[in-house]
């Protein structure tokens, strides 16, 4: 029942920008949280970002200063735009809530930032 889809992954060179889309559906979107996570070859999947439904934002050291996330509950979809990219950046991007106590994720979408 919950769904979400990302987009707007891609080949990018170092110190470009790249807008994702998390497209949601089979939830109330406007009550819930929503994080963007990213998983690197090799390494532990961690959190890039979050937004309440207040539209309260939180980011992970790695991100800041660089990364932006918004949300649009009109059209249940949350965004992270990223900019100054570097190759570090490079992994699988996902986005996910809790919702009745279960943790749910997108199918991600791939970032990889390279010369």
């Known amino acids: 029942q919950v769904q979400f889809v990302e987009s707007g992954g891609g080949l990018v060179q170092p110190g470009g920008s790249l807008r994702l889309s998390c497209a949601t559906s089979?939830?109330?979107?406007?009550?819930?949280?929503m994080g963007w996570y990213r998983q690197a070859p090799g390494k532990q999947r961690e959190l890039v970002a979050s937004v309440t439904s207040n539209g309260n934002t939180n980011y992970a050291d790695s991100g800041k200063g660089r990364f932006t996330i918004s949300r649009d509950n009109a059209k249940k979809t949350v965004f992270l735009q990223m900019n100054s990219l570097k190759p570090e950046d490079t992994a699988v991007y996902y986005c996910?809530?809790?919702?009745?106590?279960?943790?749910?994720w997108g199918q991600g979408t791939q970032v990889t930032v390279s010369s």
């Open positions: 089979g939830m109330t979107f406007s009550g819930y949280t």
């Open positions: 996910s809530t809790v919702v009745l106590g279960k943790r749910y």
